[in-house]
């Protein structure tokens, strides 16, 4: 049975070609952006973030689950490219593309899905836990694959992933979004 090539949304389409004529590459992969849209999708109502928007690629994603009554909130600190993925989405007041460090995603806290795409993930993993609402969704991309535990990036422990996969307030797991790369999704404890 030959499966048919999965639509990608509009936005996805225009956040890619943002990202082709600013010279951007690091962009989520489509794997990746269907996990974000999953992860949008079952919090209909809820308060999305996303830091590090780059051209628009993962919030775009994230948009194609939202809900009607759900908003997004997402931060780049690259002021032109925050700018034109400003652009994208400027007839939807739901999302809203904030310029700057990603801590001005605190003011918009707690969030019941969350894609650490950007600051955050590797400075201050701790806030980064702390701005999930319980029950909310932590998802973090750009791991590679380790079949070990604990988890070994480069013949080292991987501190960052085992950070997430073994926090406290966390259950956690990580997932091949490719053959080479993964992702840590987690949900906060009630």
């Known amino acids: 049975m030959i499966m048919a090539e999965r639509a990608v949304p509009s936005r996805v389409v225009a956040a890619e070609r943002v990202a082709s004529e600013a010279g951007f590459t690091k ?5 990746v952006g269907r996990l974000l849209k999953l992860a949008a999708a079952s919090k209909p109502h809820g308060v999305v973030a996303e830091s590090g928007t780059g051209s628009g690629i993962g919030t775009a994603w994230l948009h194609s689950g939202l809900g ?54 590797r400075d ?11 029950g909310g969704l932590l998802l973090l991309d750009d791991f ?3 079949p070990h535990w604990p ?18 307030a966390l259950d ?19």
């Open 151 to 168: 988890p070994r990036f480069g013949g080292e422990v991987d501190e960052l992933r085992l950070f997430y996969l073994s926090h406290p």
């Open 27 to 31: 962009s989520c992969a489509p794997e």
């Open 68 to 121: 009607g009554d759900a908003r997004l909130m997402t931060v780049e600190r690259d002021e032109e490219l925050a700018r034109r993925a400003a652009e994208v989405f400027a007839d939807d007041d739901r999302v809203s593309v904030l310029t700057g460090d990603w801590r001005l995603l605190e003011q918009h806290a707690p969030f019941d899905v969350f894609f650490c795409d950007g600051g955050g993930k």
């Open 172 to 190: 956690a797991t990580e997932v091949l979004t490719t053959p080479t790369s993964s992702a840590i999704v987690a949900a906060r404890r009630l």
């Open 144 to 146: 590679t694959p380790s």
């Open 124 to 134: 201050d993993p701790e806030k980064v836990v702390e701005l999930l609402a319980p």
